[in-house]
């Protein structure tokens, strides 16, 4: 049974334009939420994360918003480089140190 | 440099033979997890280890085994019993920072078993 989805498993944008990604919680117990990068045969890099405290985290190019009620978060990247051509794993964290649980990946393509 | 090593990156093996996988940190970080992501399928979590000397295990711990002899040190040793080894398998190591513990990656290790 997956705690962590994202239904989209992959996505193309223009070059310049919004790329927004989604990611579904079902385990209300998640309190932490991150996102992660990943480029073939490479280990994930942190990206940016959000607290069940907040509704909005932004750094750079890439704000996270989480919405507890509907237990959705998405990342938004603007504007799209075609550098931002990746995997992008949303994960999520129940309260204390527990191990993360990611979702399958969203493969995002930024066109030129 | 700071980080997570994981060593060879690529291993090839015949069906049949155990094979073990380095996984290295020097960020001082207490706890340590192995992954498997195979095409389609995101990240399993396969063992972790939160302290020296105790492990735990994750998803799909089925025909894996670990050791968590030094803080710096979390092998993971893939045997014959493990169905479906060919896969790209992550190691990665977290420690706490304020109550979150974010989880940072090596670089992998592709294991082709045949």
């Known amino acids: 049974d997956q705690q962590v989805k994202q239904n989209s498993p992959s996505l193309s944008v223009q070059e310049g334009r919004i790329s927004i990604l989604n990611c579904d919680y079902t385990n209300s117990m998640f309190d932490y939420f991150l996102w992660y990068k990943k480029y073939p045969a490479e280990g994930p890099t942190f990206l940016i994360s959000?607290?069940?405290?907040?509704d909005k985290n932004e750094d750079g190019r890439f704000t996270v918003f989480l919405n507890k009620s509907a237990k959705h978060l998405s990342l938004h990247i603007v504007p799209s480089q075609p550098g931002d051509s990746a995997v992008y794993f949303c994960?999520?964290?129940?309260?204390?140190?527990?191990?993360?649980?990611f979702g399958k990946g969203t493969r995002l393509s930024v066109i030129a | 440099d700071g980080g997570i090593t994981q060593s060879p990156k690529y291993l090839f093996r015949k069906e049949g033979q155990n094979v073990t996988l380095s996984c290295e940190q020097n960020?001082?970080?207490?706890?340590m997890y192995w992954y498997r992501q195979d095409p389609g399928q995101g990240l399993r979590l396969i063992y972790y280890?939160?302290?020296?000397?105790?492990?735990q295990k994750g998803d799909i711990a089925e025909g894996y085994s670990v050791s968590r002899e030094k803080k710096e040190s979390f092998p993971l040793t893939v045997t014959s019993a493990q169905k479906n080894p060919t896969a790209f398998y992550l190691c990665a190591s977290s420690s706490s920072r304020g109550n979150t513990y974010e989880q940072y990656f090596g670089p992998g290790t592709r294991l082709t078993v045949t």
């Open positions: 960020l001082n970080h207490d706890a």
């Open positions: 280890s939160q302290i020296v000397n105790d492990f």
């Open positions: 994960a999520a964290q129940a309260v204390g140190n527990t191990p993360l649980v």
């Open positions: 959000i607290s069940s405290i907040k």
